[in-house]
């Protein structure tokens, strides 16, 4: 069956750079969220969006937004980097006219920032 | 205070093993129950989906939920070494792009 997308896979940035984040959600599904897991860490949501518009919104901070296209696929964009943004970013995604609504994790874009 | 909280283990078992896991919550909104499985460096893998309270049974995997102690648990039967991994329970109160709170993973390790 097909699964959550992302890419890229790993990325390295120095300091104050921006980076982009790409989630292409499973087949039908037409809700997307955004985790990041640092190291030794749960995730921690940051942003979700349900039929292109902002759901919830977590602990993201003001340097990143996101976005969700027409075509269901999310960007996460980060800008001015932080050595602290060094961690592993996982999108979900759902269908929501299920009943039990079910997040699909994808494989993870790990980024280090230097 | 965390909303779920896990004990983080590690838990080291030895094979054949029937291993529990267990959370604590606080959030009474909380309706939607899972636990993901989670090996180093990889995705979340959903194991186990539960709605409100009550028991559910998946091959060796058992999810029970207690909304009035607010405690869910996870049994794991005849472990295996493939079972080595971190557990994370999560919750949702279940509206569509409702976020997911996770526990903090219990690190499980299966001994031949």
């Known amino acids: 069956a097909a699964g959550v997308i992302q890419s890229p896979r790993h990325l390295i940035k120095e300091k104050r750079e921006t980076a982009t984040l790409k989630c292409y959600p499973i087949p039908r599904h037409d809700t997307v969220y955004w985790y990041q897991q640092g190291p030794g860490q749960d995730p921690q949501f940051l942003i979700s969006f349900y039929e292109k518009m902002q759901s919830d919104k977590g602990s993201i901070p003001d340097r990143f937004s996101a976005q969700q296209f027409s075509d269901y696929h999310s960007e996460l964009n980060m800008s001015s980097l932080e050595l602290g943004d060094s961690a592993l970013y996982f999108c979900a995604s759902s269908f929501s006219g299920k009943v039990q609504e079910t997040q699909y994790f994808g494989p993870g874009t790990r980024l280090l920032v230097l | 205070q965390k909303e779920v909280e896990q004990d983080p283990g590690p838990l080291s078992v030895p094979e054949g093993a029937i291993v529990s896991l267990n959370c604590t919550y606080s959030n009474s909104a909380f309706q939607y129950f899972m636990w993901y499985r989670q090996y180093s460096r990889k995705g979340p893998e959903l194991l186990m989906y539960t709605y409100s309270s009550g028991n559910k049974e998946d091959g060796r995997f058992t999810a029970q939920v207690d909304k009035s102690s607010k405690y869910i648990s996870l049994f794991i039967r005849d472990s295996q070494p493939s079972d080595s991994a971190t557990y994370l329970c999560?919750?949702?109160?279940?509206?569509?792009?409702?976020?997911?709170?996770f526990g903090g993973g219990t690190r499980l390790m299966v001994k031949p």
């Open positions: 999560a919750m949702s109160a279940g509206n569509a792009g409702n976020m997911l709170t």
